[in-house]
Each structure stands twice: as structure tokens, then as C-alpha cells.
Nanobody
Framework: QAQLVESGGGLLQAGGSLRLSCAAS????????MGWFRQPPGKPRELVAA???????HYADSVKGRFTISRDNAKRTVYLQMNSLKPEDTAVYYC????????????????WGQGTQVTVSS
């Protein structure tokens, strides 16, 4: 059974940087697409970034140029580097594993972590 554990969340000021990590176990990590989603307070969960097994990436327009998703298959870990953080980036961030063809949607991801809180103050 797949297990995903996020780490790296925290509280910081606008303009700062943070790197989230997600360690995977119980699955063939290298063949899975990995994604980062977030759920801001009072809002639905949304895709932030995704990276398929071939290395193709997708980003939400709101984070393009500021966030970078990457993976280390040897460490079975996916990362989300977040720079130039804004108060509107405040959310619970979730790691997810799945498969997608053209463009990732939430339904493509079958395994989810518990989430890590990121709070950006102005």
C-alpha cells in the first residue's frame, strides 16, 4: 500500500522560500506521476504542480516562475521548491501519486499524503 509523507511546511513572511518534500513508500515510485496540490482556507483543493515519469511538468498559472517540482527516484522523493511566496500561497499542501496522459487532474491521483501547512504572512 502506497504511503506518502510530506514535510517542510511552516510559517514565513512574504517573499521567502520554502522547500517541501514528499517521501514515498510501498509503490513503484519511478513509474508514477507525482503531484502537489493545495487547499487554501475555505477553498477547494487545486493542482499546484505535477511531474510525470518522463519528466514533463505542469504548473498552475498562479505559481509559474516561482515554484519548481522535481523528483529523486533513488530517494523516492518528490520536492516542491517555492520561491517568492505570497500570502495567497497559504494553504495545506498535499503530495499525490498517480498516472496521467496529457494534463493532470485530481482524479488521476490515487494516493495522497496527509498534508503539510504552509502559512505566508504579509
Amino acid at each position: 500500500q502506497a504511503q506518502l509523507v510530506e514535510s517542510g511546511g511552516g510559517l514565513l513572511q512574504a517573499g521567502g522560500s520554502l522547500r517541501l518534500s514528499c517521501a514515498a513508500s510501498g509503490m513503484m515510485f519511478s513509474i508514477h506521476a507525482m503531484g502537489w496540490f493545495r487547499q487554501p482556507p475555505g477553498k477547494p483543493r487545486e493542482l499546484v504542480a505535477a511531474l510525470n515519469s518522463g519528466g514533463d511538468t505542469h504548473y498552475a498559472d498562479s505559481v509559474k516562475g516561482r515554484f519548481t517540482i522535481s523528483r529523486d527516484n533513488a530517494k523516492r522523493t518528490v520536492y516542491l521548491q517555492m520561491n517568492s511566496l505570497k500570502p495567497e500561497d497559504t494553504a495545506v499542501y498535499y503530495c499525490a501519486a498517480g498516472y496521467y496522459n496529457d494534463y493532470p487532474i485530481e482524479a488521476d491521483f490515487h494516493s495522497w499524503g496527509q498534508g503539510t501547512q504552509v502559512t505566508v504572512s504579509s
